[in-house]
DNA sequence: AAATGAAACGTTTTT
DNA sequence: CGTTTCATTT
């Protein structure tokens, strides 16, 4: 039983009754016990396992819960429980009335977004003013679809930066296009996955839950808010805590959690104090910081752990790479098992130069965030081949592949998609397998510039015959998208080693069978060839042959990485989504893990160590103006220092060598009351 | 419209 | 430092 393992005030939690619930647990307190607690509890009060929602910041937060509960109950029973991010559930429950929709890449839609922007014309209306980048104005939009419920965006661009009133019209016109787009081609992005299922709820369908559950509940955003609202559940339990608030920057709203029982007359509030994780000196360090912030809830730590605790110690050094040095030749002494160990950090940027330094020492290090990962190159053409394979209304997709054939760029691109399509009679599916060659002409007639005079309209077609010498497959043989005038000899056998690629796979289900076709494809050999020459490429323009041996190393080495993704993937749709959703909760290997604070959310380790304590970078002061503020950065020092369980050292060094920084100590080390010095905390303090 | 070469830039965090 | 964006050429 496994409420039987839980404290009073866990228990009592647990076992609330139904209603609104919120439960107010610092960090180390057994929050997940108590959720997995309070679930047992309910399939214990007779509520079917498909009448829980559970819902997490993270899909492997989900996971790990559900695994814990599968443990105490039977699988099957735990796997019925709806159980993943705000994202994931979204996705799950539209794609069941819309099974059309297209997920994108976030950095995907920006290109979209930036296409659109880019026909605008600013500087005619207004010299004097510059107009917000495509991609702040991206970010910005994004930013205000995750807090803003009622004003439309020009409206609320207005308010916000009324300085830029000559320009909110066209913003508006902007993002409305793009949506307008987006609608047109089927994509949808992380945002969409909420704002579509929240109109789905409001038109159409109904779900019914008995209790929902939300995990981190500090992070919750507006429009997160609004969603819980409009599955209006008869029995809510919402557990966070107000100081690990980090996600202002996605428009996480502080506030839910603070008026939560103003907001339901009948909420309970439930209070965790135990704290079963750190000693006692680490969390009488983060609570010395953590009071400099305004209390909602008032909040006093217990300490449970009563072993002679070891100090938090400050280290300090010279120069940066000194102390990423120093501090992993002291990770190497200190430690038993590097599984153990995390180095924190505020930026990413620190972690480079971490990571050098441990491999230096041999010691293996794991850094969370498939970010380069899904950015390379190779990797983005294996999963746009995919894409486009799963589902050949990714426009995008095709074009991505496409711009790989010599000659051919965006623009043509575009043309063949288009031409693909016509003859498959609005497929471009068919247009590859069975193209109509009874169609003359595939291309729409265009206005082209003739200003420019460069190019003559596609009146005059090529002939098809010029490339019987190929030995093209038959389905492309024929096909009268060759008659493009684009196309030469190497681009048609592009396009022949694509379709034979897509007879191939067209069948293929299975993820892992899926992927090993398109890295053994031509086409996929062809375009590694492409990249690995260009990386090897010399000043005088020669291919330096061990650079380009290192990159199809290395380009190999991504490959066989993806192919153990698809591992526990039966289905190409999901297994693609899942990358999509999930793409940057992969980590590999063991080793020291090097995280970022964000990243570090919810994990625990032995010894902690928290990098580049230097005011500018941890505190980030440059975001203030962007609407970060100094106790968001305060809260972001609190997750780091409650991470540790035994030992923790922080740590700061005086300059950048290299980049030729002075640097302060940390604002934080003077709360922490780890340095004293009274001028310089003054003068910090008084910055803010 | 695409390819090539030059210059700039940029480092906050996540689904 | 490597990538991304810009400008120039074909």
Same mark, same amino acid.
């Given at each position: 039983m496994p409420l039987s393992l839980l404290n009073e005030e866990q228990l009592g939690a647990a076992t609330a009754r139904f209603g609104h619930n919120i439960v107010i647990a610092s960090a180390g307190t057994g929050k997940t016990s108590t959720i997995v607690g309070r679930i047992a509890h309910l399939l214990n009060s007779?509520?079917?396992?498909?009448?829980i929602l559970l819902l997490t910041f993270t899909n492997k937060a989900a996971a790990e819960m559900i695994s814990r509960l599968s443990t105490l109950f039977s699988q099957k029973i735990a796997s019925k429980i709806e159980a993943g991010t705000f994202h994931a559930i979204c996705y799950k429950l539209l794609k069941r009335h819309n099974p059309a929709i297209l997920l994108k890449q976030p950095t995907e839609l920006k290109t979209l977004f930036r296409s659109i922007y880019e026909k605008r014309e600013f500087k005619k209306l207004h010299y004097e003013m510059t107009e917000y980048s495509a991609n702040f104005l991206y970010d910005t939009y994004s930013f205000y679809q995750n807090t803003e419920l009622e004003l439309c965006f020009g409206d609320w661009m207005y308010n916000n930066r009324p300085d830029h009133e000559c320009f909110c019209d066209i913003y508006e016109d902007i993002a409305k296009e793009y949506e307008r787009m987006k609608d047109r081609y089927g994509y949808i992005n992380f945002n969409d996955l909420l704002i579509k299922t929240k109109e789905l709820l409001n038109k159409e369908i109904f779900v019914n839950f008995k209790e929902v559950l939300v995990d981190e509940?500090?992070?919750?955003?507006s429009l997160q808010g609004s969603l819980l609202d409009k599955i209006e559940p008869s029995s809510l339990f919402c557990v966070g805590d107000y100081d690990q608030s980090i996600y202002a920057f996605n428009g996480a709203n502080i506030n839910l959690i603070g008026s939560f029982s103003k907001k339901f007359a009948d909420a309970s509030v439930f209070t965790l104090k135990k704290n079963y994780r750190s000693t006692g000196l680490i969390l009488s360090l983060a609570d010395r910081v953590i009071k400099f912030n305004d209390r909602i809830y008032p909040k006093e730590l217990e300490v449970v752990r009563k072993d002679k605790p070891e100090r938090p110690a400050l280290l300090e050094f010279d120069e940066l790479f000194e102390q990423y040095r120093s501090v992993s030749l002291k990770i190497k002494r200190n430690t038993i098992n590097y599984d153990d160990v995390a180095v924190i950090f505020r930026n990413n940027s620190s972690a480079d130069g971490m990571e050098a330094s441990l491999r230096e020492l041999g010691i293996s290090c794991k850094r969370k965030g498939g970010k380069s990962f899904f950015d390379a190159k190779e990797v983005k053409a294996l999963f746009d081949m995919y894409a486009f394979f799963v589902n050949p209304k990714d426009m995008m997709a095709f074009i991505h592949i496409f711009e790989y054939a010599k000659g051919i760029g965006s623009a043509t691109a575009k043309d063949i998609f288009e031409g693909l399509k016509r003859m498959g009679q609005g497929s471009a599916y068919w247009g590859i @397998?069975?193209? *109509?060659?009874?169609?003359?002409?595939? =291309?729409e007639k265009r206005k082209v510039n003739y200003q420019l005079a460069l190019f003559d309209d596609f009146v005059d077609l090529e002939c098809v015959?010029? =490339?019987?010498? @190929?030995? @093209? *497959?038959e389905t492309v043989l024929e096909n009268p998208i060759l008659k493009h005038p684009k196309f030469t000899d190497e681009s048609a056998i592009f396009l022949n080693d694509f379709c034979i690629l897509y007879k191939k796979v067209n069948k293929i289900k299975e993820p892992l069978a899926m992927v090993e076709a398109i890295s053994d494809s031509n086409i996929y050999k062809y375009i590694i060839e492409m990249l690995s020459t260009s990386r090897a490429l010399k000043k005088d323009r020669s291919v330096d042959a061990d650079l380009k041996k290192k990159a199809l190393l290395n380009i190999e080495r991504r490959v066989i990485l993806i192919k153990k993704l698809t591992k526990n993937h039966t289905d190409n749709q999901r297994f693609l989504n899942a990358m999509i959703l999930g793409s940057s909760e992969l980590s590999k290997g063991d080793g020291v893990n090097l995280l970022t604070v964000h990243a570090s959310k919810g994990l625990e380790f032995k010894d902690v160590y928290i990098l580049d304590l230097m005011d500018g970078r941890f505190?980030?002061?440059?975001l203030a103006s962007k609407g970060g503020s100094i106790d968001e950065e305060r809260r972001l020092f609190y997750v780091a220092v409650t991470r540790a369980k035994d030992r923790l050292w922080l740590s700061y060094a005086k300059e950048d060598r290299i980049k030729k920084l002075k640097f302060q100590p940390s604002l934080f080390l003077y709360e922490a009351g780890l340095k004293r010095n009274n001028d310089e905390y003054v003068k910090l303090s008084k910055e803010k």
């Amino acid at each position: 039983m496994p409420l039987s393992l839980l404290n009073e005030e866990q228990l009592g939690a647990a076992t609330a009754r139904f209603g609104h619930n919120i439960v107010i647990a610092s960090a180390g307190t057994g929050k997940t016990s108590t959720i997995v607690g309070r679930i047992a509890h309910l399939l214990n009060s007779n509520v079917a396992p498909e009448e829980i929602l559970l819902l997490t910041f993270t899909n492997k937060a989900a996971a790990e819960m559900i695994s814990r509960l599968s443990t105490l109950f039977s699988q099957k029973i735990a796997s019925k429980i709806e159980a993943g991010t705000f994202h994931a559930i979204c996705y799950k429950l539209l794609k069941r009335h819309n099974p059309a929709i297209l997920l994108k890449q976030p950095t995907e839609l920006k290109t979209l977004f930036r296409s659109i922007y880019e026909k605008r014309e600013f500087k005619k209306l207004h010299y004097e003013m510059t107009e917000y980048s495509a991609n702040f104005l991206y970010d910005t939009y994004s930013f205000y679809q995750n807090t803003e419920l009622e004003l439309c965006f020009g409206d609320w661009m207005y308010n916000n930066r009324p300085d830029h009133e000559c320009f909110c019209d066209i913003y508006e016109d902007i993002a409305k296009e793009y949506e307008r787009m987006k609608d047109r081609y089927g994509y949808i992005n992380f945002n969409d996955l909420l704002i579509k299922t929240k109109e789905l709820l409001n038109k159409e369908i109904f779900v019914n839950f008995k209790e929902v559950l939300v995990d981190e509940y500090q992070d919750t955003n507006s429009l997160q808010g609004s969603l819980l609202d409009k599955i209006e559940p008869s029995s809510l339990f919402c557990v966070g805590d107000y100081d690990q608030s980090i996600y202002a920057f996605n428009g996480a709203n502080i506030n839910l959690i603070g008026s939560f029982s103003k907001k339901f007359a009948d909420a309970s509030v439930f209070t965790l104090k135990k704290n079963y994780r750190s000693t006692g000196l680490i969390l009488s360090l983060a609570d010395r910081v953590i009071k400099f912030n305004d209390r909602i809830y008032p909040k006093e730590l217990e300490v449970v752990r009563k072993d002679k605790p070891e100090r938090p110690a400050l280290l300090e050094f010279d120069e940066l790479f000194e102390q990423y040095r120093s501090v992993s030749l002291k990770i190497k002494r200190n430690t038993i098992n590097y599984d153990d160990v995390a180095v924190i950090f505020r930026n990413n940027s620190s972690a480079d130069g971490m990571e050098a330094s441990l491999r230096e020492l041999g010691i293996s290090c794991k850094r969370k965030g498939g970010k380069s990962f899904f950015d390379a190159k190779e990797v983005k053409a294996l999963f746009d081949m995919y894409a486009f394979f799963v589902n050949p209304k990714d426009m995008m997709a095709f074009i991505h592949i496409f711009e790989y054939a010599k000659g051919i760029g965006s623009a043509t691109a575009k043309d063949i998609f288009e031409g693909l399509k016509r003859m498959g009679q609005g497929s471009a599916y068919w247009g590859i @397998l069975k193209p *109509d060659t009874s169609i003359k002409n595939p =291309f729409e007639k265009r206005k082209v510039n003739y200003q420019l005079a460069l190019f003559d309209d596609f009146v005059d077609l090529e002939c098809v015959s010029k =490339f019987a010498h @190929l030995g @093209l *497959d038959e389905t492309v043989l024929e096909n009268p998208i060759l008659k493009h005038p684009k196309f030469t000899d190497e681009s048609a056998i592009f396009l022949n080693d694509f379709c034979i690629l897509y007879k191939k796979v067209n069948k293929i289900k299975e993820p892992l069978a899926m992927v090993e076709a398109i890295s053994d494809s031509n086409i996929y050999k062809y375009i590694i060839e492409m990249l690995s020459t260009s990386r090897a490429l010399k000043k005088d323009r020669s291919v330096d042959a061990d650079l380009k041996k290192k990159a199809l190393l290395n380009i190999e080495r991504r490959v066989i990485l993806i192919k153990k993704l698809t591992k526990n993937h039966t289905d190409n749709q999901r297994f693609l989504n899942a990358m999509i959703l999930g793409s940057s909760e992969l980590s590999k290997g063991d080793g020291v893990n090097l995280l970022t604070v964000h990243a570090s959310k919810g994990l625990e380790f032995k010894d902690v160590y928290i990098l580049d304590l230097m005011d500018g970078r941890f505190p980030n002061r440059k975001l203030a103006s962007k609407g970060g503020s100094i106790d968001e950065e305060r809260r972001l020092f609190y997750v780091a220092v409650t991470r540790a369980k035994d030992r923790l050292w922080l740590s700061y060094a005086k300059e950048d060598r290299i980049k030729k920084l002075k640097f302060q100590p940390s604002l934080f080390l003077y709360e922490a009351g780890l340095k004293r010095n009274n001028d310089e905390y003054v003068k910090l303090s008084k910055e803010k």
